[in-house]
Structures are given as C-alpha cells and as structure tokens.
C-alpha cells in the first residue's frame, strides 16, 4: 500500500490512513505500506537547500530532502501501534534500497527483501519511506520527484506482492479530467501501455516511471483513494482502478473501450525554424545540441523541401526549457543554417489514448473531424501504436477536451 503526501499531511490524516492500512491487515493480508513525506514538507527542504548554497552538493541535497519520509514512516508506525498493531519503519538504508549514484534522480538497482519478508510473516506491518534508497558506497539517494510511486512499485516486486494499492487524492483513473469534463467516468481497467501514455502526455495520477517499473516487472497496480470516511467499506470492495497487462485485460473477456482516455498537457511550447537547408545531416545539427543539453523534442514536423532546397522545421519543447532552447538556438545559428526562429508559448497538446486503436480504423479521423466542426485549428501531429496527439492554442485546451470526450462516446449517462 503507497500514501502519498496529501494522505500523510498532519496527524488526523495518518490516524485516518492507520485505519486503512489496519482493516487490511485484519482481512487477512500481510502489509507492507509506502509513504510519501507530509505534502508541501519536500518544497521546504529543498528551499532550505537553495538557501543554505545555491549550488548544492546533491549528495547533501539528498541527506535533507530524504528527511521528509523518514519522519512520516516512523508517525505511521507508532499510529498503527497505538491502535494495537505490530509495525516497524525500515529506512531505504535499512532493507537497504540499493540505487545507484545518480543523486536527486537514483534508479533503484535491487531492494533485500530477505528479513523485511521475514517480519511481515510474523505478523509485523513494514512501513518503509519512499523516495530515498542508498548507493553502493553507502551515500543516502532520493529518487527525484514523484519517486514514492516507484518505490512502491518496487517493494511490491521485491517481495512478489500480489498487488500495489497506491492510495491519491484521486479515486481512479478516469477517460479524462473530471474538472474538465463532468461526464468523465472512472475506468475499472486500463492497460500499462494506456497508463504509460496517458502518465507521459499530462494525466497526473501516477509518475511514468512507476507505471514502467510495474510493466516490466509485471506488477498489478490499483488506484484508490485515501480520502474516505472511517467507517467506510474497504478499498477491496469499492475498487479503484486496476493496472494490468493487456493480456490479463483480454482475458476479462470485457467489451474494449476504442479509447481509453483523452489527456491535455500545456507545458509545451513550439519552435519553428525557417528554410533550414534540405540537406542530409541539417535535422541532426539541430537536434544534436538540444540532446547533449538534455532537453526533450517532442513532436517534430519537417515540411516539404520548396524549390531552393530549403525546408521549415517545427517542433515541441517543455515550456520550461523554451528559452534555454532558443539560446542554444540563435548561438547554432550559422551552423544550422536557418533563416528564422519563431516562438510559441501559448500551445497545448491534446492526446486520445487506447489499445483499441490497433484494431480499428478511423480514431484519428473522427478526432480532426470533431476538432475542424468547432473550428479549432490543429498546429502539429504526432502519432503513435495507441495515440493520436495534436498541438492546438492553450486558450482551446478545455474546449478540445469536451469535443472528443463527446466524440468518442465516452460521457458517462
């Protein structure tokens, strides 16, 4: 079972959580319980950080910052004591979590399960901090933002969990954001491909890389919510929503979703470069620079060459490296050999997630149509076995998502 921060914040909320984490052990279920530090409490540790040196060594920057979990596993443990539990927190060195040394951004490498497996059979609730793990040479690691999920994902590989509950402010999975779109409805099933998609194209419910930990290690994951009455019926009996492989899903025998859900994501931003030359190796002395500065290219259009053998290239970035990008840019300039670069800030991407598109004709199709009968103008396509995604005007964001949520026939009666 994975808490996250908004279910860890303050006494009243880990009492609540105690007594989720309880009912499960008294069904029957031996438990081992993840949890994130109290919500807002990891912003402050790393302003803490930046104050104390603002070019921080990130092997300290990760001694503070792991701080966080290591205070809520241990309120959790002594919660569930006091309502007459065993439980015990195992710290990231304890198991130990081995990572490697990639401080503030570790890939877990392996966790000991050995004696945690021993203490859960006999009858011991573990409590293990997310987030933090320890490198061979015995430094404290975190795992970067959002890193709990994966800890969690990998705990329940660890010790062959039948299943990973991660407990959110959300109740599920649903085809698109109920602030959005009222009629959106809570999806019972979605594959790991689908979460995968979804998780990298905007919807925040679980952080890519627990959704790609849990497939390659064939983890069945399932969304819940923690924000539930006391005497309310368990998370068992009210499921949330169960992430599985897509041969599991085939053998439910269930009728397929064409699309599974439509997510929104504004932090993009486009690039256009003017009359690139229409050479061999002119995309590479553009995308090169932007890789060696970590920077992710999303979608990229080339047009086709016009008569001087010149072609304009369009392209996406994250918002937030839009002007470290431009810089790169206009010092590549002579190199590259373009005219002119134009900026846009104010786009977001629109995407239509669901296996059902590899069977059937026409998603894309239906998606421009929609789009074209409200007059929102489409700026770039990319295509993938699962997706459909289109750049469009930020300003058209919710109205985009309506359109396809009634399009596609998902708006719940």
Same mark, same amino acid.
């Given at each position: 079972?994975?808490?996250?921060? =908004?279910?860890?914040?303050?006494?009243?909320?880990?009492?609540?959580?105690?007594? @989720?984490?309880?009912?499960?052990?008294?069904?029957?279920?031996?438990?081992?319980?993840?949890?994130?530090?109290?919500?807002?409490?990891?912003? /402050?540790?790393?302003?803490?950080?930046?104050?104390?040196?603002? $070019?921080?060594?990130?092997?300290?920057? +990760?001694?503070?910052?792991?701080?966080?979990?290591?205070?809520?596993?241990?309120?959790?443990?002594?919660?569930?004591?006091?309502?007459?539990?065993? %439980?015990?927190?195992?710290?990231?060195?304890?198991?130990?979590? /081995?990572?490697?040394?990639?401080?503030?951004?570790?890939?877990?490498?392996?966790?000991?399960?050995?004696?945690?497996?021993?203490?859960?059979? *006999?009858?011991?609730?573990?409590?293990?901090?997310?987030?933090?793990?320890?490198?061979?040479?015995?430094?404290?690691? !975190? $795992?970067?933002?959002? #890193?709990?999920? !994966?800890?969690?994902?990998?705990?329940?590989?660890? @010790?062959? *969990?039948?299943?990973?509950?991660?407990?959110?402010?959300?109740?599920?999975?649903?085809?698109? +954001?109920?602030?959005?779109?009222?009629?959106?409805?809570?999806?019972?099933?979605?594959?790991?491909?689908?979460?995968?998609? $979804?998780?990298?194209?905007?919807?925040?419910?679980?952080?890519?890389?627990?959704?790609?930990?849990?497939?390659?290690?064939?983890?069945?994951?399932?969304?819940?919510?923690?924000?539930?009455?006391?005497?309310?019926?368990? %998370? +068992?009996?009210?499921? #949330?929503?169960? @992430?599985?492989?897509?041969?599991?899903?085939?053998?439910?025998?269930?009728?397929?979703?064409? @699309?599974?859900?439509?997510?929104?994501?504004?932090?993009?931003?486009?690039?256009? &470069?003017?009359?690139?030359?229409?050479?061999?190796?002119?995309?590479?002395?553009?995308?090169?620079? &932007?890789?060696?500065?970590?920077?992710?290219?999303?979608?990229?259009?080339?047009?086709?060459?016009? +008569?001087?053998?010149? =072609?304009?290239?369009?392209? !996406?970035?994250?918002?937030?490296?839009?002007?470290?990008?431009?810089?790169? $840019?206009?010092?590549?300039?002579?190199?590259?050999?373009?005219? /002119?670069?134009?900026?846009?800030?104010?786009?977001?991407?629109?995407?239509?997630?669901?296996?059902?598109?590899?069977?059937?004709?026409?998603?894309?199709? =239906?998606?421009?149509?929609?789009?074209?009968? /409200?007059?929102?103008?489409?700026?770039?396509?990319?295509?993938?076995?699962?997706?459909?995604?289109? &750049?469009?005007?930020?300003?058209? =964001?919710?109205? %985009?998502?309506?359109? &396809?949520?009634?399009?596609?026939?998902?708006?719940?009666?």
């Amino acid at each position: 079972m994975k808490f996250g921060g =908004t279910s860890m914040a303050g006494s009243d909320r880990i009492r609540r959580v105690a007594n @989720i984490v309880r009912r499960q052990q008294a069904a029957g279920h031996e438990v081992a319980v993840v949890v994130s530090a109290m919500a807002g409490e990891t912003d /402050r540790l790393v302003n803490f950080c930046r104050e104390a040196n603002p $070019l921080y060594d990130p092997a300290e920057y +990760d001694v503070v910052v792991a701080s966080g979990e290591q205070v809520t596993s241990g309120l959790l443990a002594m919660t569930l004591q006091a309502l007459g539990c065993q %439980a015990r927190s195992w710290l990231g060195w304890q198991l130990p979590v /081995r990572t490697d040394d990639a401080h503030a951004k570790a890939r877990i490498e392996g966790i000991d399960s050995e004696a945690l497996l021993a203490s859960m059979a *006999a009858g011991e609730i573990a409590v293990i901090p997310g987030f933090q793990g320890l490198t061979e040479g015995g430094r404290v690691t !975190t $795992l970067g933002r959002g #890193g709990s999920d !994966t800890s969690a994902v990998a705990v329940a590989a660890a @010790i062959g *969990a039948d299943r990973c509950d991660i407990y959110t402010d959300v109740d599920g999975v649903y085809t698109t +954001d109920p602030r959005i779109v009222a009629k959106a409805r809570k999806l019972k099933f979605v594959t790991y491909e689908e979460m995968l998609e $979804l998780a990298s194209v905007g919807s925040k419910v679980l952080q890519t890389r627990s959704v790609s930990l849990a497939m390659k290690e064939g983890v069945r994951v399932q969304v819940l919510s923690s924000f539930i009455d006391d005497d309310a019926t368990p %998370a +068992d009996e009210i499921p #949330g929503t169960m @992430i599985v492989s897509d041969e599991e899903l085939e053998g439910l025998d269930m009728e397929r979703q064409l @699309i599974t859900g439509i997510a929104a994501d504004k932090n993009e931003a486009k690039i256009i &470069l003017t009359r690139v030359p229409d050479r061999p190796g002119a995309v590479a002395t553009i995308f090169g620079p &932007l890789a060696a500065a970590n920077i992710n290219v999303d979608m990229i259009i080339q047009n086709v060459g016009r +008569d001087k053998g010149e =072609t304009d290239v369009t392209f !996406t970035v994250p918002s937030s490296d839009l002007l470290r990008a431009q810089t790169l $840019l206009e010092a590549q300039k002579q190199a590259i050999g373009y005219n /002119r670069i134009i900026t846009d800030g104010k786009v977001a991407k629109i995407s239509v997630v669901g296996v059902g598109m590899k069977s059937h004709a026409g998603v894309a199709a =239906t998606m421009f149509r929609a789009m074209a009968d /409200r007059g929102i103008n489409i700026q770039a396509i990319s295509t993938s076995e699962i997706k459909v995604s289109v &750049l469009i005007d930020e300003d058209e =964001t919710e109205l %985009a998502v309506r359109v &396809l949520h009634t399009a596609y026939g998902m708006d719940a009666e």
